[in-house]
T-cell receptor, first 112, second 113 residues
Framework: GNSVTQMEGPVTLSEEAFLTINCTYT??????LFWYVQYPGEGLQLLLK?????DKGSNKGFEATYRKETTSFHLEKGSVQVSDSAVYFC???????????FGKGTLLTVNP | DTEVTQTPKHLVMGMTNKKSLKCEQH?????MYWYKQKAKKPPELMFV???????INESVPSRFSPECPNSSLLNLHLHALQPEDSALYLC????????????FGPGTRLTVT
């Protein structure tokens, strides 16, 4: 079946630091990959997506590239802000199971 | 507009109460979902409605009863809940069932006393 593994948190950074949150997946076929963000007390927001190998999803300064050879979809941002503090979920759909499969989530805290 | 709305935002209910959660989307999506999210965990799928028909029930206890009155609305009826049912209940929708991206609402924070 499908699975997503993302780096354990929490991650604590200073403002303007570089962010990487690692995500790897297991799926048959060609899944679509997503990053969702959940701000404190809120629902999930779709941050970015990629639907085929080598696609780069980007939004609000965040980027992730669909790497089929390493089955990875790492989230990066060059300069984080305090307002980026949230929980980030890597997710996929497709392959053997079209239900949305989430990683466990990574809590990011950005200090001023 | 990629907005999914949910009401109420917060709900406190006793174990003998009956209450309902509501979800609405106006994106023309034909699939709608209920998820349950416990603290510090990812969302867990409960139900999927596809073209207004229940297509997936993830073995959810019968004290949770979903309803899809039309393509824009999704309800979750609650009855005789247990304290362990306290969680954030999220509604989501997608253009077609289990399609590429799902759009989530802000959730209803449910506390069962």
């Amino acid at each position: 079946g499908n699975s997503v593994t993302q780096m354990e948190g929490p991650v604590t950074l200073s403002e303007e630091a570089f962010l990487t949150i690692n995500c790897t997946y297991t799926a048959t076929g060609y899944p679509s990959l997503f990053w969702y963000v959940q701000y404190p007390g809120e629902g999930l927001q779709l941050l970015l997506k990629a639907t085929k190998a080598d696609d780069k999803g980007s939004n609000k300064g965040f980027e992730a590239t669909y790497r089929k050879e390493t089955t990875s979809f790492h989230l990066e941002k060059g300069s984080v802000q305090v307002s980026d503090s949230a929980v980030y979920f890597c997710a996929l759909t497709g392959g053997s199971n079209y239900k949305l499969t989430f990683g466990k989530g990574t809590l990011l805290t950005v200090n001023p | 507009d990629t907005e999914v709305t949910q009401t109420p935002k917060h709900l406190v209910m006793g174990m003998t109460n009956k209450k309902s959660l509501k979800c609405e989307q106006h994106m023309g999506h034909r699939a709608m979902y209920w998820y349950k999210q416990k603290a510090k965990k990812p969302p867990e799928l409960m139900f999927v409605y596809s073209y207004e028909k229940l297509s997936i029930n993830e073995s959810v206890p019968s004290r949770f009863s979903p309803e899809c009155p039309n393509s824009s609305l999704l309800n979750l009826h609650l009855h005789a809940l247990q304290p362990e049912d306290s969680a954030l209940y999220l509604c989501a929708s997608s253009s077609i069932p289990l399609a590429y991206e799902q759009y989530f609402g802000p959730g209803t924070r449910l506390t069962v006393t």
